[in-house]
């Protein structure tokens, strides 16, 4: 099935207003107007639209452009809850992983592969980052093409940058947006149409990650995210180059254990080379040896009794396209599929209780309260909340694997 809630690539982050927006004309015909229904929001969206339209002049963004698109943005209210509902967040590891990981998913992407193998090894070779990878990005973000997204760009973009818990992003995507209006790389009409969050073409890039790392892959003059996919598949490899992918080398591995394993050096902020993992008794699980001159961090994503990995600048990059563990393992656990490498040894520890989002929120307050920085309390389980449960759980005397269960929340409250 066609993922249907599309998510953004991480990648698009803020950029100065001075970098983004240095831009021709666009020439695009003004199109009529459109009857706004009603917001059920707080904020004044005619007074919001005038302020932006103001920026983005002051921008250089063109004044057809602005006059052209800006005065018929349209607030999407059916957007807003979705921010908060990303499966990648909210679901379990293993259930997101699932289904992505699915044997239709892994016999289709491995058939494109080979149907593209021309391009994208060519891209492979330039880029230095596995063709595989690039198929699992495609496959994951689209479903290999078969559901680019139906929200109105513009509209969610401006949707998301005049009311919700990300505005100034959003505000700074929309200007990108406007941007590639006036050097001819997107309409002004009719709307391209995306994610709910903005994201376009066949790997869901954000208008930002377009005017940065968007490049013409076939040669023709143009870079089309949506119809050429020699484009995507360059633009995907180009931003992965650019986030840090070493060159040829693989995102990591599933790995195992030794008996008496020293657990301080498990966290995602604690990078050694292979040969110091090699010296702690860490192996690789399909029993090949950790060779290379490569540095890696443990990933402990569901505790002790759960696969464990260790992860190279490959997988940190992936994180840049989308900020979430469960994304960034389903590409790389997909990748390796479509490769023909096995699958995982290690089975995840499916009938384990998992805390739900309100208590994982309280789990994140009880840390901050006693000093660990557990980033924002949402309920969402990521790096920095498993580095505080880490650090609280050195301090406690208990086996500091980074997961939280319910018995770590029992003891956090019984301590007040």
Known sequence: MPNRCLRRPAAALVLSVAALLAGGC??????????????AG??????WKRDFAAEARTAGISEVTVSTVVPRLRQLPELLPLDRQQPEFVKPIWSYIDATVSNARIERGRRLRAEHAATLDAIAARSGVPAEIIVAIWGKE???GGYTGRTPVYDALATLASTGRRQAFYRSELLAALTLIDRGMLPASPQPTGSWAGAMGQTQFMPGTWLRHAVDGNGDGRIDLYGSLADAFASTAAYLAASGWPA???WGWEVRLPAGFDWSL???DRAQPLAAWAAAGVTRADGRPLAGGLNATLLVPTGRQGPVFLLTDGFRAIMKYNASTSYALAVALLGDQ???RPGLAADWPRSQPLLSVAETRELQERLAARGYDSGTP????????RTAVRGYQQRAGMVPDGW???ELLARLRAEG
């Not at 949402?378 to 909340?385: A, I, P, Q, V, Y």
Request: charged letters at 15%; proline letters at 16%; hydrophobic letters at 35%.
């Open 26 to 39: 666009a020439t695009s015909p003004a199109a009529p107007p459109v009857t706004r229904p009603p917001f």
């Open 404 to 406: 939280p269960t319910a």
């Open 142 to 144: 689209t479903d290999f």
């Open 266 to 268: 498990a966290g995602e």
């Open 248 to 250: 040829g080398q693989p």
């Open 378 to 385: 949402d309920g969402m389980l990521g790096t920095r909340t």
């Open 338 to 340: 479509l490769a023909g």
């Open 42 to 47: 707080n904020v004044d969206f005619d007074a």
